[in-house]
């Protein structure tokens, strides 16, 4: 199951392993301190709950997708005037979840979303990094992770 290393790293880095209010078991989201400045990190794991099965193993679904691109987004808009806050990616990922259900509600296109996210904050000033601590493939990596600088 993908995402167990990456849960662990978060909640080392952050002191946080649960969701933010709203968001789905299987991504993470926390600002903490890292070195003298403010962080955010963003992490999907594992959510044998979630609504979609092809993303129950810590794949990148549709949900997963359009929440890192709001959380991305929601920091870009946070920092517009003043310093612009590291974006961390810890990536555990196999791949995205391949699925009927998924194909047909657009996955390429909540990926799409979710990887623009972080290019824009990238383009926009904020340090974008992947810490890759486990796997970093397929549609998974470009969603999340392959943005960073």
């Known amino acids: 199951m993908s995402g ?7 909640a080392a ?3 946080i ?3 933010m209010a709203g968001d789905p078991g299987s991504v993470l989201t926390a600002d903490a301190t890292l070195g003298n400045e403010t962080a955010r990190f963003l992490c999907v794991v594992a959510n044998p709950a979630a609504r979609f099965p092809c993303a129950r193993r810590g794949e ?8 890192l691109a709001i959380r991305v987004r929601e920091a870009m808009e946070q920092d517009a005037k003043g310093h612009k ?3 961390i990616a810890i990536v555990d990922l196999k791949s995205q979840a391949y699925g009927r259900r998924e194909e047909t509600a657009a996955i390429f296109l909540a990926t799409a979303t979710a990887a623009d996210a972080y290019a824009s904050a990238r ?3 904020h340090p974008v990094i992947a810490l890759v601590v486990g796997h970093a493939i397929s549609g998974g990596f470009l969603t999340h992770g392959y943005q960073a600088n």
């Open 123 to 125: 383009m926009r000033g």
């Open 85 to 87: 806050r590291p974006l």
């Open 60 to 67: 990148v679904g549709l949900e997963e997708a359009y929440t």
């Open 4 to 10: 167990l290393r990456g849960k662990t790293w978060f």
């Open 13 to 15: 880095l952050t002191g």
């Open 17 to 19: 392993d649960l969701p």
